[in-house]
């Protein structure tokens, strides 16, 4: 069965600090991961998306990296904002030629971002 | 224009109206999902339409209606909903043919009284 379980589920981080969150997937055969920061109530907004032959990918302050053979992936977040206070989705697809694939949700890391 | 635009953003209903939630992109793309999410809990696949046909049914009951009247528009028509049907409803739009990045609207968030 395809899964995707992310650690911690929840964080709380002072303003300034860098955090990093987990994601460990048995999605098979694999074709890229996805990370995604959604507000409460909000829809999910997409910050790095990698295929299997990637190994790292920024968007300003986030980080993301992918082991395919351990099958894990990373979010590092940098100098955390108070806005960065959000949950985390990693969300993996599966690798399907020709038509939309159903996508893995992990449950996500609820992180908190104090002053 | 990266957007997917849902309306309502927010709908209260009766468990015996009839209501209907709107979603569109123009991205181009021929891929689109709705998805069901509550508290605290990842998004759930609903229905997938790739190409203007519905390609994915999660068993979803059928006071849930999905349409694809046209590439740009998804409609998920409501029925009877029970108060456990009470989520976020999230539209989302893909490429169809390419493995590629999800898009997702803002959600409408729906409560069933």
């Known amino acids: 069965k395809n899964q995707v379980e992310q650690s911690p589920q929840s964080l709380i981080i002072l303003e300034g600090k860098n955090c990093t969150l987990q994601?460990?997937?048995?999605?098979?055969?694999?074709?890229?991961l996805r990370w995604y920061k959604q507000d409460t109530g909000r829809g999910p907004v997409s910050l790095t998306i990698?295929?299997?032959?990637?190994n790292t990918k920024s968007n300003g302050r986030y980080t993301a990296t992918l082991d395919a053979d351990t099958k894990q992936s990373s979010l590092h977040i940098t100098a955390s904002q108070l806005s960065d206070s959000a949950s985390y989705i990693c969300?993996?697809?599966?690798?399907?030629?020709?038509?939309?694939?159903?996508?893995?949700f992990g449950t996500g890391t609820r992180l908190q971002v104090m002053l | 224009d990266t957007e997917v635009t849902q309306t309502p953003k927010h709908l209260v209903m009766g468990m015996t109206n009839k209501k209907s939630l709107k979603c569109e992109q123009h991205?181009?793309?021929?891929?689109m999902y709705w998805y069901k999410q509550k508290a605290k809990k990842p998004p759930e696949l609903m229905f997938v339409?790739?190409?203007?046909?519905?390609?994915i049914n999660e068993s979803v009951p059928s006071r849930f209606s999905p349409e694809c009247p046209n590439s740009s528009l998804l409609n998920l028509h409501l029925h009877a909903l029970q108060p456990e049907d009470s989520a976020l409803y999230l539209c989302?739009?893909?490429?169809?043919?390419?493995?590629?990045?999800?898009?997702f609207g803002q959600g409408t968030r729906l409560t069933v009284v």
């Open positions: 339409y790739s190409y203007e046909k519905l390609s």
């Open positions: 990698m295929t299997f032959s990637e």
């Open positions: 969300v993996v697809s599966p690798q399907r030629a020709g038509t939309a694939s159903k996508l893995t």
């Open positions: 991205m181009g793309h021929r891929a």
């Open positions: 994601c460990n997937y048995t999605v098979s055969p694999f074709s890229n």
């Open positions: 989302a739009s893909s490429q169809a043919d390419r493995n590629t990045e999800a898009f």
